[in-house]
C-alpha cells in the first residue's frame, strides 16, 4: 500500500495547540496515527491500532478547544468539521447549552490501492454495499473506489460527501477521488434528497455514498438503483445479518416479511405454516463485510445469501485479503447457518427475544456465565422468547404470534437475576451439552431409518428447544416432523415423505 498525502498530518498538527503538537510529534512515528482526542478537564490522548496514549501532562482547557475550532471549518448538522482540502474529521461533543466541551480529532488518509480487493466487483456495474465496524477503512476503500472508476474505467461518478469526509473539507474537493465530482450535502437530513438530485440534475453511471442510515435514504437508494445508475455505498452494521435485522435498513437486501403458506405449500417445503421470506429483489447485488484492514467477506449474490439465511441453508461467500505482494488472494467459503456440533449452532443461530424482561439483567445473568446472548428487538428474526409467567397466562398477542411461528417460550415466575440465571441454566446447563449431543444422533438415527424406508420413527421426549433443534435437522434432510403428545412427555415424530 502507498499513503498519499502523507504530510497532511501536518495540517492537523498546524490546529493543535502548541504543547499538544510537541507530544504528538513525537509519537507520531510510522503514520499510523488514527484519532487525536480532547476533552475537557482530561488529558488529551492520541490512539493509535493498538494502543493509546495520554499526551503531556496539562489538562485540556476551553482555551485549548478554542485553538482548534477557530482554525477549522464550520460545524455541520451532524456536529462534524474538517481542514480544507485534507481528509481529517473534527467532530465536537457539546454540553446542553450546545458548548463544545470536547473534540475527535481523526487522521485521514488517502490510501492507494486499497479498491483492488473489490475492484473486479465493482467493474461489473453491479451495486456493491460496504459493511463493517467503525475505523476499519470502510470510507477510505469507498474514496479509491470513486478514484478508480472515475480515471481508470472512465465513468461519470458522483459522490454525495454528507460529512465532506470523502472528499474533503472546502469547495475543492480532495484529489483522492480522482476526476469524480462531489456533491456536498448542506445538512444529513437531506441526505436522500440530494443523492435524487444528483441522479436527476447530473447525469452519473456511478453513484458513490457514505453511511446509509435511513429509511428515506434506503428508499433513495432503490430508486437510483431501479433508475440503472450503479451504486457503491457503506451502511451501518458489521455483517449481512445485521441488516438483516435491521428494520430501517433491511429494505437494502430485499426485506423481510412474515408469509403464511397454505397446509399443502407447508407440507411439501417441510416448514411450519408461518415463514420468513424476502420481500423484494435486494438494492444492492453484493455486500462485502470488511472483517479486517485488506481482509473482507464477499457475498456475491445477496438475494441468493438472504433466502439461505432465513432458510437456515449454506450461503455462497468468498474470503478476500490482501497478500504480502499486493495482490489479492481469494478463498471460498460457505457461510454454515445449522451446525451439528450444539455450541457452534447456539452462538450462531441463537436469537433472543425479550418480552416484559429486563434486559440489562439478563445481560448481567449472561455475563456470569460468560455466555453470548443474542438479543433481537424483531420476533421475526428470534428463535427463543423469554418473558414472565404472568404475561404468560394473559397471552398478549406477541406470545400468540411466537407460538404461531412455534418460537419456544420461556416462562419465568419473577423478572429478577435470580429466575434469569435459572432461565439460562434451562437452556445452557451444562450436561446439555452431552443431552443435546444425544437428542440430535437419535434425530439423525431416525432420519436414516426414514429415508431407508421406515414409515415414521418416534423420538424420545424433550423439552421445546431440543425439540426445535431436532425439527431443524429434519428440514435440513427434506424430511417431514411433527410434535405430539403433552409437556413433558411431548416429543418429536420423524416421517416418510
Excluded at 481542514?83 to 487522521?107: D, F, M, P, Y
Excluded at 472546502?170 to 444529513?188: C, E, F, K, L, N
Excluded at 445449522?338 to 445473568?365: C, D, H, M, S
Aim: charged share 25%; hydrophobic share 35%.
Amino acid at each position: 500500500m502507498q499513503t498519499v498525502d502523507i504530510d497532511d498530518i501536518r495540517s492537523l498538527l498546524a490546529v493543535m495547540p502548541p504543547h499538544i503538537a510537541s507530544d504528538l510529534k513525537q509519537e507520531i512515528g510510522n503514520g499510523d496515527l488514527l484519532e487525536i482526542v480532547m476533552d475537557l478537564g482530561r488529558l488529551p490522548e492520541a490512539r493509535f491500532p493498538e494502543r493509546e496514549i495520554l499526551l503531556g501532562d496539562h489538562e485540556v482547557t476551553e482555551a485549548d478547544i478554542q485553538h482548534v475550532t477557530s482554525r477549522i471549518g464550520s460545524f455541520s448538522g451532524d456536529n462534524r468539521a474538517g481542514l480544507t482540502r485534507t481528509l481529517h474529521r473534527i467532530s465536537a461533543i457539546r454540553n446542553r447549552e450546545g458548548k463544545i466541551v470536547g473534540l475527535t480529532c481523526r487522521v485521514g488518509r488517502a490510501v492507494m490501492g486499497t479498491a483492488k480487493i473489490i475492484q473486479d466487483l465493482v467493474e461489473t456495474g453491479n451495486n456493491v454495499l460496504l459493511m463493517g465496524p467503525p475505523g476499519i477503512g470502510k470510507t477510505t476503500i469507498l474514496r479509491e473506489t470513486a478514484r478508480v472508476l472515475a480515471d481508470d474505467l472512465k465513468k461519470r461518478v458522483i459522490v454525495v460527501d454528507t460529512s465532506n469526509e470523502i472528499a474533503g473539507d472546502g469547495d475543492i474537493p480532495h484529489p483522492a477521488i480522482g476526476h469524480a465530482r462531489r456533491m456536498q450535502v448542506p445538512t444529513p437530513t437531506l441526505q436522500h434528497a440530494v443523492m435524487i438530485e444528483a441522479v436527476e440534475n447530473h447525469m452519473p453511471e456511478v453513484i458513490i455514498i457514505d453511511e446509509i442510515g435511513t429509511s428515506l435514504e434506503a428508499e433513495a437508494a432503490r430508486t437510483i438503483a431501479e433508475r440503472g445508475v450503479q451504486l457503491v455505498g457503506t451502511a451501518h452494521g458489521n455483517s449481512l445479518e445485521n441488516l438483516m435485522m435491521n428494520p430501517t435498513l433491511s429494505d437494502l437486501i430485499g426485506g423481510i416479511q412474515t408469509v403464511t403458506l397454505g397446509d399443502e405449500e407447508a407440507r411439501r417445503r417441510h416448514t411450519q405454516k408461518s415463514v420468513l421470506e424476502r420481500k423484494a429483489p435486494p438494492t444492492f447485488d453484493i455486500v462485502v463485510e470488511i472483517q479486517e484492514r485488506y481482509k473482507v467477506l464477499v457475498h456475491p449474490d445477496v438475494a441468493d445469501a438472504v433466502d439461505c439465511v432465513l432458510h437456515g441453508k449454506e450461503s455462497r461467500s468468498e474470503v478476500r485479503w490482501l497478500g504480502p505482494d499486493g495482490n489479492v488472494v481469494k478463498e471460498q467459503a460457505a457461510t454454515i447457518r445449522e451446525t451439528q456440533k450444539k455450541p457452534e449452532l447456539i452462538n450462531q443461530g441463537l436469537r433472543v427475544f425479550l418480552f416484559g424482561i429486563n434486559r440489562p439483567i439478563l445481560e448481567q445473568a449472561a455475563h456470569e456465565k460468560g455466555l453470548a446472548i443474542d438479543i433481537t428487538d424483531d420476533l421475526r428474526l428470534s428463535n427463543i422468547l423469554i418473558t414472565t409467567k404472568n404475561y404468560f397466562r394473559r397471552k398478549p398477542q406477541k406470545l400468540r404470534d411466537a407460538e404461531m411461528q412455534g418460537i419456544p417460550i420461556y416462562a419465568i415466575r419473577g423478572n429478577s437475576l435470580q429466575q434469569l440465571r435459572h432461565c439460562l441454566e434451562s437452556i445452557y446447563t451444562g450436561p446439555r451439552d452431552e443431552v443435546v449431543d444425544s437428542a440430535l444422533d437419535e434425530a439423525r438415527q431416525a432420519i436414516d431409518e426414514v429415508k431407508n424406508g421406515k414409515k415414521e420413527v418416534e423420538l424420545s421426549p424433550q423439552n421445546s428447544f431440543i425439540r426445535r433443534l431436532q425439527h431443524i435437522l429434519a428440514e435440513r434432510h427434506d424430511v417431514t416432523s411433527s410434535s405430539s403428545g403433552r409437556e413433558p412427555g411431548r416429543r418429536v415424530k420423524i416421517v416418510n415423505n
